[in-house]
């Protein structure tokens, strides 16, 4: 009884929240955002990064894919033209709109992947924020919207210090190889003495959804190793191994990280790799069995071909399953890759909702439609963390089993399991 009280009032701050996050931008009660995990929703798919630059102000650090953009002849050059629209609201109690603004970029075309921009938002320390940040592509009608929340309650923030490479250009994801350097830039007025700890990268994939016991709450791992740095503009850094350096003062909340994981991250392509996301889909016994083989592949190749029954189907099952495990890692990497995580998890064996309610901190993700006579419905709930501010913790109940199994089943019978009702 308590349980279904509590999702309840988990609905009631969901749609609360989201009538006030969206009011300005939709104009619609409730808004669906299943396409923020829906890369064919948009042929934009920038990245992001926040820095928290002075006492008053944040810089927002977009990256465009120039293969992405739309030139058009103007005169001698092409050109691509990039509006940028964003709200920006505080999320410390009530959500309220504090800023709003819209620009325009301007670009020739020249022979680059990349092109790296940056703006300034109003911020200031002890609040948190929501920006809702909406990209056009003027040339093309295309957009993309994009959410990401700001913290600046803590003495020192993970936004506090921005990773940049040898060229000061900012990282927007996890390290790749353990021959990538980095530098730290921090806000003015912090400390230049941190303690460094390193955690290896021994985290295990998260239980299933029915699976209860103790598993909010992140317990933070025993460093592997702890020294003492001092922090300037020469410093450079580089990890040897997967895991997460980690930047902090008094206690490790008040820090920052660098992530690191293999050189095809987000992709997985070596037998090792791909066979660890198989774990959700076998009993630990099955798991444990394949594991001890050396030749990997072979672990790997018999565990869908015997789900297939034959090689076409085992190679459309190995197509989606692992295109889901990438898009895992691209959208719920925090401490870990994003396919361990509760949220890759779901997404991966049940596939993208048909609806996603946001708010800050709060994600409600439903399969099914309201004309349905049975929907599934996942409530996360995003957990205080040293390391990230994506990690988003399953509220679990025993109800999912049955679903669970089902969809596991659907999977090893040779078929990918979508909800169609």
């Not at 020469?234 to 206690?251: A, M, R, V």
């Amino acid at each position: 009884m308590y349980k279904h009280i509590f999702y309840h009032i988990i609905f009631i701050i969901i749609i609360a929240t989201s009538c006030t996050t969206y009011q300005n931008t939709s104009g619609t009660r409730n808004k669906n955002v299943s396409f923020i995990y829906n890369p064919s929703s948009s042929v934009l798919h920038p990245q992001f990064v926040v820095y928290n630059e002075t006492d008053t102000s944040s810089k927002v650090y977009l990256k465009l894919k120039n293969k992405e953009l739309m030139y058009v002849a103007n005169g001698e050059t092409s050109q691509a033209i990039i509006k940028v629209h964003y709200y920006l609201y505080n999320s410390s109690k009530t959500m309220f709109l504090v800023d709003s603004g819209t620009f325009y970029y301007h670009f020739k075309q020249f022979n680059t992947e990349n092109i790296i921009k940056s703006f300034e938002i109003k911020t200031k320390d002890t609040v948190s924020y929501f920006l809702d940040l909406t990209i056009y592509d003027e040339n093309q009608n295309a957009e993309n919207q994009f959410f990401i929340s700001i913290d600046r309650t803590q003495r020192i923030n993970k936004n506090d210090a921005l990773i940049v490479d040898k060229n000061n250009n900012p990282y927007f994801e996890p390290l790749h190889s353990d021959t990538d350097t980095f530098k730290i830039v921090m806000r003015k007025n912090l400390p230049k003495k941190w303690t460094v700890s390193w955690f290896q990268n021994k985290f295990m994939l998260r239980p299933a959804p029915y699976s209860l016991g103790n598993y909010n709450r992140f317990m933070p791992p025993k460093p592997d190793s702890t020294r003492v740095v001092w922090l300037t503009d020469t410093s450079t850094f580089t990890l040897k191994n997967d895991g997460i350096i980690h930047f902090y003062q008094d206690t490790l909340k008040l820090g920052f990280s660098v992530l690191e994981f293999y050189q095809s991250f987000p992709e997985i392509t070596t037998p090792v790799c791909l066979l660890q996301p198989l774990r959700m889909l076998t009993t630990q016994k099955e798991f444990n069995d394949m594991n001890l083989l050396a030749n990997k592949k072979e672990s790997v190749d018999k565990f869908w071909l015997n789900a297939g029954g034959n090689v076409n189907r085992a190679r459309e099952l190995i197509r989606v399953f692992y295109t889901r495990v990438m898009l895992a890692n691209t959208y719920f990497t925090s401490y870990t890759e994003g396919w361990k995580t509760d949220r890759g998890l779901i997404y991966i064996v049940f596939g993208l909702p048909v609806t996603i309610y946001k708010a800050d901190g709060i994600e409600r993700w439903i399969y099914g439609t309201s004309q349905s006579n049975k929907t599934l419905v996942f409530n996360f709930m995003r957990q205080q963390n040293p390391f990230t501010n994506n990690d988003f913790t399953l509220v679990r109940e025993e109800m999912y089993k049955i679903s669970w199994t089902q969809a596991v089943d659907t999977w090893r019978n040779g078929r990918v399991y979508s909800v169609a009702y």
